[in-house]
């Protein structure tokens, strides 16, 4: 029954398979790749001197360990694939067991759950010794397969009190092994430490390992025991109202309403919030030369993940807004403000870092300015070529609302880090976060022109622009 239900799979596999997804998973591992490489090179001189002073192959844990929490958030926000049979199978003699074996199958070579493991190969093989890396890239193939598994459990859960018991067990492992990798790490530093367990850090991969195939073991007993009729739900259980509706109103409304929308924005800014706070403590130290990469990303990321599909949401209903009194250039306007406000709310979960880790407040007004005014009009002519986006599908691999001009447009994003990285490397700090306050200023002066040129640039070609958002 196992090899029916694979060649079953097969079958649909390519019948489905599509060049784009492919040329998807490679733009997005080669960004990573790239932001990596980056960091390795502007890092250089002082890991340097961390490779003369300390053995840094103890740093193989830390690295492994901090991979699982944002590998679980990235499979949490475009994990899709189906973890219940369908209907069709189900109503053939087909056992629990072969479903979950072929669930194994298919989570062993998906290419998503071998992303962090080979920026592990990556970063392990550059710094370290080569057996150390070779069972660091060992230890992160079973925890991402854990983590895989674990993701599943909560989609095929089939309400929160069944979900409850993986998501107390993923905190529980990771703030204990994050504290753990921690302790050992800087207990390696220390000269002439004999805290550090025999034979390190061979033996604290191979407890890690131990670890994470004992709880990859639980998860998939667990994954086993549960039971599920259908992953999909087909109506709404309940339907509030949010008060009057207005124009401004549904760009927010249709962001935390949808789940293809919701889950990236709180998911990743969640992330970068961490990363920013977590490296300004490091900046403190000047290891990084003030370059914060969770910072820029934090306050950046509400337009860069909207600003791809400007006019996407509205392409759902945009032949009622047409009947409305709206104009296009009103749509726009309110779009744009809504971007900024974004950035404004989160740089105010920021205000912590200026009191308590040293960040300066001219930075933070500036990065606001930066990337809340100037990016976002910067991916505002993205509605001259947007199309319509499905809000309530999974944003897993999903490409649908996507095409060439927006994929092709979103390497503008380098325009505004190269921008960051000379403010931050080039010039004195202080006239560094005045140029990029400066280019906020001037793009928040000049948004009613752009816009009103965008405006004109879409009602020129309406028709086609209508007959887009039908697709």
């Given at each position: 029954m196992f090899k029916l239900l694979l060649s079953l799979w097969w079958i649909?596999?390519?019948?489905?398979?599509?060049?784009?997804?492919?040329?998807?998973?490679?733009?997005?591992?080669?960004?990573?790749?790239?932001?990596?490489?980056?960091?390795?090179?502007a890092l250089s001189q002082a890991l340097a001197e961390q490779l003369a002073m300390y053995p840094i192959e103890q740093l193989a844990l830390p690295l492994v360990v901090?991979?699982?929490?944002?590998?679980?958030?990235?499979?949490?926000?475009?994990?899709?694939?189906?973890?219940?049979?369908?209907?069709?199978?189900?109503?053939?003699?087909?056992?629990?067991?072969?479903?979950?074996?072929?669930?194994?199958?298919?989570?062993?070579i998906d290419p998503w759950n071998w992303l962090f493991p080979a920026l592990t190969a990556l970063v392990c093989f550059w710094l370290m010794p080569a057996g150390v890396a070779v069972l660091a890239t060992m230890v992160s193939i079973v925890q991402t397969q854990a983590a895989a598994w674990a993701v599943a459990a909560i989609h095929k859960a089939p309400g929160n009190q069944y979900t409850l018991p993986v998501w107390a067990g993923l905190i529980i492992y990771y703030i204990g092994m994050l504290t753990l990798s921690t302790?050992?790490?800087?207990?390696?530093?220390?000269?002439?430490?004999?805290?550090?367990?025999?034979?390190?850090?061979?033996?604290?991969?191979?407890?890690?390992?131990?670890?994470?195939?004992?709880?990859?073991?639980?998860?998939y007993r667990y994954f086993g025991r549960l039971h599920a009729?259908?992953?999909?739900?087909?109506?709404?259980?309940?339907?509030r109202s949010m008060g009057d509706i207005t124009l401004f109103s549904t760009e927010y409304l249709s962001v935390w309403r949808s789940k293809r929308f919701r889950l990236p924005m709180v998911l990743i800014i969640a992330l970068f919030l961490l990363q920013?706070?977590?490296?300004?403590?490091?900046?403190?130290?000047?290891?990084?030369?003030?370059?914060?990469?969770?910072?820029?990303?934090?306050?950046?990321?509400?337009?860069?993940?909207?600003?791809?599909?400007?006019?996407?949401?509205?392409?759902?209903?945009?032949?009622?807004?047409?009947?409305?009194?709206?104009?296009?250039?009103?749509?726009?306007?309110?779009?744009?403000r809504f971007f900024v406000m974004l950035s404004a709310c989160v740089s105010v979960l920021l205000v912590p870092a200026v009191f308590f880790m040293g960040l300066r407040v001219t930075t933070l007004i500036a990065l606001f300015l930066f990337l809340g005014c100037g990016q976002s009009l910067m991916m505002m002519p993205t509605c001259l070529f947007s199309t319509r986006v499905d809000l309530f599908s999974s944003a897993f691999f999903n490409y649908q609302g996507a095409n060439k001009g927006v994929n092709i447009y979103s390497f503008m994003l380098f325009i505004p880090m190269a921008i960051y990285v000379v403010c931050v490397f080039l010039l004195p700090p202080y006239w560094g976060d005045a140029l990029m306050a400066a280019i906020g200023v001037v793009a928040?002066?000049?948004?009613?022109?752009?816009?009103?040129?965008?405006?004109?640039?879409?009602?020129?070609?309406?028709?086609?622009?209508?007959?887009r958002y039908l697709k």
């Open positions: 649909q596999w390519r019948r489905d398979f599509h060049w784009g997804r492919l040329f998807m998973v490679a733009y997005f591992g080669g960004l990573m790749l790239l932001m990596v490489i980056a960091m390795l090179f901090s991979f699982a929490m944002p590998d679980v958030m990235l499979k949490l926000m475009w994990g899709g694939d189906a973890v219940v049979m369908d209907d069709f199978l189900r109503t053939k003699p087909v056992p629990g067991s072969a479903w979950n074996r072929l669930m194994g199958v298919t989570m062993l302790i050992l790490g800087v207990l390696a530093m220390l000269p002439d430490s004999t805290l550090v367990l025999p034979g390190s850090p061979w033996t604290q991969l191979v407890l890690l390992m131990a670890v994470d195939a004992g709880l990859l073991w639980l998860l009729y259908d992953e999909h739900e087909q109506h709404a259980d309940k339907v920013a706070y977590q490296q300004q403590g490091v900046t403190l130290q000047e290891d990084f030369g003030g370059l914060n990469i969770g910072l820029f990303f934090c306050i950046g990321w509400p337009s860069l993940f909207l600003g791809q599909w400007v006019f996407g949401i509205e392409g759902n209903y945009f032949h009622g807004l047409w009947t409305k009194p709206y104009s296009i250039e009103q749509m726009l306007e309110n779009k744009y928040w002066a000049v948004h009613r022109p752009c816009v009103k040129m965008l405006a004109r640039r879409w009602k020129a070609n309406r028709y086609a622009n209508m007959e």
